[in-house]
């Protein structure tokens, strides 16, 4: 026999909803004690660039470029001159379109299969970043792209500055990734994978090539480029096929048992170990 509550005051669509609220006012309790805040006083004037990517549009430096181009309003006068200061109470507009400052948020999402991380879809259909925004009620990025059809891990954030770093190739950024392969690859061409292997747009090649102690098919592969598609060319330049991909570790981040379609704030210490490692300097945190 199936369990069904009792009816008493509380009908089941009464008690639907009274759980759906309790579990939105957790996710707003996680989502206020998982943001980093910057706190701008009243009276602080801040730089026109950090203004904008504060709002979590772009990075500073892209923000840099909407000035120079004239797309910026502060109190509905363009202005283009760096270095320009703002109060937290003037109005900036890109595009014609108001911009405020907000928190960052920083999550941490086990990608799915079948999902796509761009932030629009053309085509309409769900993005990663939709599950997430639901719940934060931030527009948030990816850092970086994983195939349709790869899993793991995925770090979204509005902190433009920081994902613009991680991406950017100088900072040599470690991403583990645990390739299902058709067939077991040799010693000798795990090695060439370490060497070098010669793709259509330039050599490439893994930092550390090495088979699954106990799935001898999956090679574990560190790679520090990110290029698309690079882990499922590298293999294929030996003639095999990457059939099942996922990523383990994103620079300090680690996928652990965080279960697939399920997603966690990062912790203060793991954006501050982020952001150093990025040289930018550490957030102050603000619990709620
Ligand atoms: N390499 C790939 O081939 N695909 C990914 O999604 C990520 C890295």
């Given at each position: 026999?199936?369990?069904?509550?009792?009816?008493?005051?509380?009908s089941?669509?009464?008690?639907?909803?009274?759980?759906?609220?309790?579990?939105?006012?957790?996710?707003?309790?996680?989502?206020?004690?998982?943001?980093?805040?910057?706190t701008?006083?009243?009276?602080?004037?801040?730089?026109?660039?950090?203004?904008?990517?504060?709002?979590?549009?772009?990075?500073?430096?892209d923000?840099?470029?909407?000035?120079?181009?004239?797309?910026?309003?502060?109190?509905?006068?363009?202005?283009?001159?760096?270095?320009?200061?703002?109060?937290?109470?003037?109005?900036?507009?890109?595009?014609?379109?108001?911009?405020?400052?907000e928190?960052?948020?920083?999550?941490l999402?086990?990608?799915?299969?079948?999902?796509?991380?761009?932030?629009?879809?053309?085509k309409?259909?769900?993005t990663?970043?939709?599950?997430?925004?639901?719940?934060?009620?931030?527009?948030?990025?990816?850092?970086?792209?994983?195939?349709?059809?790869?899993?793991?891990?995925?770090?979204?954030?509005?902190?433009?500055?920081?994902?613009?770093?991680?991406?950017?190739?100088?900072?040599?950024?470690?991403?583990?990734?645990?390739?299902?392969?058709?067939?077991?690859?040799?010693?000798?061409?795990?090695?060439?994978?370490?060497?070098?292997?010669?793709?259509?747009?330039?050599?490439?090649?893994?930092?550390?090539?090495?088979?699954?102690?106990?799935?001898?098919?999956?090679?574990?592969?560190?790679?520090?480029?990110?290029?698309?598609?690079?882990?499922?060319?590298?293999?294929?330049?030996?003639?095999?096929?990457?059939?099942?991909?996922?990523?383990?570790?994103?620079?300090?981040?680690?996928?652990?048992?965080?279960?697939?379609?399920?997603?966690?704030?990062?912790?203060?210490?793991?954006?501050?170990?982020?952001?150093?490692?990025?040289?930018?300097?550490?957030?102050?945190?603000?619990?709620?």
């Amino acid at each position: 026999m199936s369990y069904r509550p009792k009816l008493s005051s509380t009908s089941p669509e009464r008690f639907g909803e009274k759980e759906k609220q309790k579990k939105r006012a957790k996710a707003a309790k996680r989502v206020l004690t998982g943001k980093a805040s910057e706190t701008i006083a009243e009276n602080e004037t801040i730089r026109l660039n950090k203004y904008i990517s504060r709002s979590g549009i772009c990075s500073r430096r892209d923000a840099d470029e909407l000035i120079k181009e004239g797309k910026v309003k502060v109190n509905g006068i363009v202005v283009t001159e760096m270095g320009h200061q703002v109060l937290p109470t003037d109005k900036v507009q890109v595009n014609d379109n108001y911009v405020q400052p907000e928190n960052f948020v920083y999550v941490l999402l086990n990608k799915p299969g079948n999902t796509i991380t761009t932030t629009e879809d053309e085509k309409g259909r769900n993005t990663v970043m939709d599950l997430v925004e639901e719940y934060t009620g931030h527009r948030l990025y990816p850092v970086g792209r994983l195939d349709r059809n790869t899993t793991g891990l995925l770090l979204l954030t509005n902190d433009g500055d920081l994902a613009n770093r991680l991406m950017h190739p100088s900072y040599s950024v470690t991403k583990v990734y645990e390739a299902t392969c058709d067939r077991i690859l040799n010693d000798d061409e795990l090695k060439q994978l370490v060497k070098g292997v010669e793709l259509e747009d330039g050599i490439a090649k893994a930092v550390k090539a090495e088979r699954h102690e106990e799935v001898p098919n999956i090679v574990i592969l560190s790679v520090h480029e990110g290029r698309n598609h690079l882990v499922k060319r590298l293999i294929a330049s030996l003639g095999a096929e990457v059939i099942r991909l996922k990523r383990t570790q994103y620079a300090i981040l680690y996928i652990d048992k965080l279960r697939s379609g399920r997603w966690r704030y990062l912790k203060a210490f793991e954006v501050n170990k982020l952001r150093t490692s990025v040289k930018l300097p550490e957030m102050k945190f603000t619990k709620g």
